[in-house]
């Protein structure tokens, strides 16, 4: 099945600087790949997402990339603020309606 | 205000009961899912529906039962047979078309068991 996996788990970076987090997959049937920003006690926001058939997608600061030949896709946070510190989580959809999830990144942006 | 709510915030319970959890949706979404998360780790599903009276499990379902009589409810009941039950729990849904895959999560539900 399919295996998703994370780095950096914790990221610090200086406010308006860039952040970047990336994640590998396994199975090369998958073909939307999530990203999801969860603050402390909350349920996890859809941020930005993309699919298999594009290779790169941006929304304000943020933006996601993907390399289907090696497998891994990339966000990518610009112009970094506080209110970025929170727990990012890649995903991949497998061949079913199931998503499996990266175990997480914590990006702390220091004013 | 569209959206999914999770009752309640904080649930405490004893060892050896049965406690169910309540998720709700009013978006029309046909797939609802739940998932664990234990901290710092990554969100495991427990089981999913993708429509009425139907149900799978997921990678984690032992000492869990859900039910899903209705298009906007899907409870999770979480059994005395689970063996570390204590965790933050998360129900999202879902479109269930072709091209339609992104999941809305509700707030969570922090169970603790002692």
């Known amino acids: 099945g399919e295996n998703v996996e994370q780095h950096p788990s914790t990221l610090s970076v200086q406010e308006g600087d860039s952040a970047v987090i990336k994640c590998t997959y396994s199975?090369?049937?998958?073909?939307?790949f999530p990203w999801y920003k969860q603050e402390l006690g909350k349920g996890p926001q859809l941020i930005i997402d993309?699919?298999?058939?594009?290779g790169e997608k941006k929304d304000q600061r943020i933006a996601v990339t993907l390399n289907k030949t090696a497998k891994h896709f990339s966000l990518h946070i610009t112009e970094t603020q506080p209110e970025d510190s929170a727990v990012y989580f890649c995903?991949?959809?497998?061949?079913?309606?199931?998503?499996?999830f990266g175990s997480g990144t914590r990006l702390l942006v220091r004013p | 205000d569209g959206g999914i709510t999770q009752s309640p915030k904080y649930l405490f319970r004893k060892e050896g009961q049965n406690v169910t959890l309540s998720c709700e949706q009013n978006?029309?979404?046909?797939?609802m899912y739940w998932y664990r998360q234990d901290p710092g780790q990554g969100l495991r599903l427990i089981y999913y529906?993708?429509?009425?009276?139907?149900?799978q499990k997921g990678d984690i379902a032992e000492g869990y039962s859900v039910s899903r009589e209705k298009k906007e409810s899907f409870p999770l009941t979480v059994t005395s047979a689970q063996k570390n039950p204590t965790a933050f729990y998360l129900c999202?849904?879902?479109?269930?078309?072709?091209?339609?895959?992104?999941?809305?999560f509700g707030p969570g539900t922090r169970l603790t068991v002692t």
């Open positions: 999202a849904s879902s479109i269930q078309g072709a091209n339609s895959y992104e999941q809305y």
């Open positions: 199975d090369s049937a998958s073909n939307y």
């Open positions: 993309i699919r298999s058939n594009v």
């Open positions: 995903a991949a959809k497998d061949s079913s309606y199931k998503l499996i």
């Open positions: 978006l029309n979404h046909d797939a």
């Open positions: 529906s993708q429509i009425v009276n139907d149900f």
